[in-house]
């Protein structure tokens, strides 16, 4: 049975009287635990307020799967307040480190209690309050972090394509390079007049022009190419199909082909069909540089990007561009988007730059348009609508998903409250953007949700100009 004397080693239960020290000891039930044990887990119903005597209790929070500690009571402490005044499941799982001796009481007691007794009552919502503090700022904390990872999972896969791209270009380019050189040493050996070097020069200028311009369109290539491997295989070429895909990208014809290859059907030598392979392998050499261009481009795009997010080099708060910190953050998601989601632009190109928290804001962006792309599932249309009037700059994130219950509409931006699977979802997203957009920048946030279509509106001010 607790006594009393255990009781007054906590500073609220100071506050009581004789009498009701004694209530709560006679209410008090027993628990003993082994280390290892579990007292309750993150999501249960709590109903009951825990005073430790002996032993220590280790607290857990559930985040994408994994449990993480994030902290421990110690004997003498109580816990358990939070979700009995709350009536919320319990935000965290507690486990036994070493042997525990604790009682617990009923919430009911508990909070007869708090109505009795002011002085408890105040203390206890002291204690309470830091500890909901602490363990907000905790979660604050790994969603950033767990928000940085799923970011740079995103961009490090979508690195991974152009930087593969580069690298097998950058490989197959030193023999193309050398097997063109020989080429060019045979034919030169044959004093080859002038006039018909240059006219094999501007057919390959020509083929340049069009692979990189992309002036032929693809039912058109498939066509030309499927012309120029009949005629190369007539022509007698081994494995002709290496080189009609290159030879149709360089748009080359096949009147073309019998004007420059005729004076060389007879050759029994190597120069019977070189023209074709070196044609062929210089189109393929400046497709080569042409993706890998793009290649490096995506890499210097997707990094550019990132700095542009994070407002890397820069004071904490400085001119933002919103349609830039937006594209941004697609930029960031385009792995989860392209599996199935269509995004639709519609924005007010004179809304001018204003002076706000650049990385906060890209967090709101990356809130909402997450929480866009979970609620349609990964297929949809996600829209952005930007406009501008009375000095506020208004951004709609739109999506066609499954809109958000009647029931919980009033509730989505309580700290802690979520709708997702414990582990999933901390309860702090949406009050992040919330006190970011209000707190930080003196907007607005409102919502209007239904089946197929949720719209999230950020209203900031204008800079004065």
Not at 195 to 200: F, S, V, Y
Not at 224 to 247: F, H, I, M, T
Not at 288 to 311: C, D, F, N, P, W
Request: charged fraction near 25%; glycine fraction near 8%.
């Amino acid at each position: 049975m607790l006594c009393i004397e255990e009781l007054i080693d906590l500073d609220p239960f100071q506050q009581l009287p004789q009498e009701r020290l004694q209530w709560v000891c006679d209410r008090a039930q027993t628990v003993e635990l082994s280390a290892g044990d579990v007292l309750s887990h993150e999501g249960d119903p709590a109903c009951r307020l825990f005073i430790l005597v002996k032993g220590k209790i280790n607290i857990t929070r559930r985040s994408e799967g994994v449990e993480i500690p994030i902290g421990q009571h110690e004997a003498p402490s109580f816990f358990g307040e939070i979700p009995v005044l709350t009536d919320e499941p319990a935000p965290v799982t507690m486990r036994a480190l070493t042997n525990c001796h604790l009682y617990e009481l009923k919430g009911e007691d508990f909070r007869k209690l708090l109505h009795e007794c002011r002085n408890f009552e105040r203390m206890v919502f002291r204690i309470m309050e830091r500890r909901v503090r602490g363990l907000e700022s905790f979660i604050r904390g790994r969603e950033k972090m767990a928000a940085l990872g799923t970011l740079a999972a995103g961009l490090a896969h979508e690195l991974n394509n152009p930087a593969s791209a580069l690298v097998r270009t950058l490989g197959e380019m030193p023999a193309a390079i050398l097997e063109l050189q020989r080429m060019n040493l045979v034919y030169g050996q044959r004093n080859v007049e002038e006039a018909h070097t240059q006219d094999w020069l501007r057919v390959r200028d020509r083929g340049y022009d069009a692979i990189l311009n992309n002036r032929l369109d693809p039912v058109t290539l498939s066509d030309r190419e499927s012309v120029l491997l009949e005629w190369l295989e007539d022509y007698g070429v081994k494995q002709a199909w290496k080189l009609a895909e290159p030879l149709a990208e360089g748009g080359v014809e096949v009147e073309t082909l019998d004007r420059m290859m005729e004076r060389w059907r007879n050759d029994e030598t190597e120069l019977r069909e070189i023209g074709l392979h070196w044609l062929s392998l210089s189109f393929e050499v400046i497709s080569m540089i042409k993706h890998g261009l793009r290649g490096a481009e995506r890499i210097s795009e997707l990094v550019q990007a990132m700095k542009s997010y994070t407002y890397l080099d820069q004071g904490v708060q400085q001119e933002v561009n919103v349609h830039q910190g937006l594209e941004d953050t697609l930029r960031l998601f385009v792995h989860k988007l392209k599996c199935g989601i269509q995004v639709e632009r519609n924005y007010d190109r004179y809304i001018p730059k204003t002076f706000a928290y650049g990385s906060e804001l890209n967090q709101v962006w990356t809130n909402l348009i997450d929480n866009a792309i979970d609620a349609m599932d990964g297929k949809g249309l996600l829209e952005i609508r930007t406009h501008h009037c009375d000095r506020f700059a208004h951004i709609d994130i739109i999506d066609s998903g499954s809109g958000i219950p009647p029931e919980i509409k009033t509730r989505i931006f309580e700290p802690f409250f979520t709708t997702k699977s414990v582990g999933r979802g901390s309860g702090l997203g949406l009050e992040t953007v919330r006190r970011i957009v209000e707190n930080r920048h003196h907007g607005t946030l409102s919502f209007e949700s239904q089946p197929g279509r949720t719209c999230f509106t950020i209203c900031l001010p204008l800079s004065n100009n």
